[in-house]
């Protein structure tokens, strides 16, 4: 199969459904208003309430919901074959992950930028409110755990990416400072820091970093200690002096890396060395309902949910931007998703070699080795370029360290938010500390790290994440449909795909809760367990204030 033809029929479809099925629920749906007033401007407050211009918010968002997740994703699930994976990002971003991203950012900024969980309060009842905010702290405690293990990981297996992810983060402080400082805009200082950024992955392969042995104990420990530390600043610092300009560096980045490796592809054209289907790898779960639950963010992701109505809802300076942000940004996870298959696919100099990689689930020893296909796939198409191997190597790790931190920043300042809302349920004010709420998030997360049974290249945690991600996509769905029935809106754009999403991940999280007993996990087991609880009671609440509301109706 040619990888070209595959490329142009996916972004063909992207771009059409941007124009065409985004314009409809934009106008149809969710009747966006241009001149309404956003919760940015309503409680700006210069911390979390900050208007922020419609390009520079995109970069924030997209980087945000990107992250690593749709190149780990994808780089684990074609192990079952290119065109399963293929089908469902390409038809999971346009029909449900679109829709769940714009319809939870809408409905967050018509209610005063209050996050998916705190809007459960008056669409369904405060117990369900209770439930969702629970569901939510186990999965960012979930990922945050899995983000920092990715990280360090890579920092260890790449360690030329070490400094030019330091100095960038010293440029987004910059940065940040000129845009809301100064009157030299964005363009100018985004521009020169993409350029310093790409001179010093240069030096960066010249000059790499390795701690080694440390007084914190073994490189993966202290990498881990490091990035959580990182994360609390950043979740507590105000959002314009970090979070927004390095994402928005961020995404000048993954547009230059994509575009290169996209150039690379069609200058190339690869062949696609691995089997279109293969339904059963050695030691691989099976691919219903895995694959859903494998490739999550690169199709529709829970997590989306709470960025689009934590974060993002917060800076969204006008109504109609929420188009290009909500279901945009989805749609280019999308695009990157799309590569990632490619270059963990056809960036194989033949079959012999992608099945010697992909010969079990096992085999590829964890998520650091599988992001090693992408790293190495996606640095073949940039060479085509004129790039040389070893300097692409250095700039395809650096895109993809990035995008993990601004998950797992974004996700820390996400978590402090949760624990402040779970605090305010329980009437303890010290929670909305924000330094305290923020501590508490990277500890935990600290802990899932360490604890026994998680570790195994974050293998053990990467179901688990999937999963509850998924299942969260569903319940943010839930509460979107309730709140277009309320409305008199159709309700089939958000019902049909909540039902298939909480179908498949009700039916993993049991399938992982019996091989986390059997394999003697208990920890990742009583996580799930109490996931799965949580879950089925919401759906009951959410399904008993319906069946109420319908007979008021009559």
Known sequence: MSSVAIAFVALI?????????????????????PNRITPAHQLKDGIDYVPAKKWVLFGHHFTSIAGAAPIVGPAIAVIWGWLPALLWVVFGSILIGGVHDFGALVVSIRSEGKSIGELTKNLINPRARSLFLLIIFFL????????????????????????????????????GFCFYKTKLGEIAPTAIAVILVFVFCYLGAIYPIKLGATFLGTELFSWITLVLIYS?????????ILLQPRDFINAGWLFIGLGLMYAGVLILRPAIVAPAVRLHPAGAPPILPFLFIVIACGAVSGFHSLVSSGTT????????????????????EGVLAVMAILACTAGFPNSAAWMQHYSSWEAAQGLGQKLGAFINGGALFMSACGIPKHF????????IISFALTSIDTATRLQRYIITELGDSLGLDVFKNRYLSGALAVLSAYVLCMAK???????????????TNQLLAGLALLIITLYLS????????TLAPMIFILAVSLWAMLVNI?????????????????????????????????????LQVQ
């Open 232 to 240: 609390f600043f950043a979740a507590v610092l105000p959002v314009w």
């Open 486 to 493: 309320n409305k008199g809106k159709p309700i089939v754009y």
């Open 313 to 332: 809802s917060k800076q969204l300076n006008c109504e109609q931007d929420a188009k290009l942000v909500g279901y945009g940004a989805m749609l280019g």
């Open 453 to 467: 049974g998680t570790g195994k290249g974050g293998l053990t945690l990467w179901p688990l994440f999937g999963t």
């Open 514 to 550: 019996k091989q986390y007993i059997s394999g003697g996990k208990w920890l990742v087991a009583a996580i799930g367990a109490i996931i799965l609880v949580l879950a089925v009671w919401l759906i009951y609440e959410a399904v008993g204030c319906f069946r109420r509301k319908r």
């Open 392 to 399: 692409a190597i250095t700039l395809t790790g650096v895109i």
């Open 13 to 33: 479809g992207f771009f059409l459904a941007y124009k065409f099925y985004a314009a409809f629920l934009s106008q149809k749906i969710f009747d966006l208003v």
């Open 140 to 175: 960012l405690w979930v990922v945050l755990a899995v983000f920092a293990l990715i990280i360090s990981l890579l920092f260890i297996q790449y360690p030329q990416t070490v400094l030019p992810i330091l100095v960038e983060m010293v440029l987004a402080a910059a940065v």
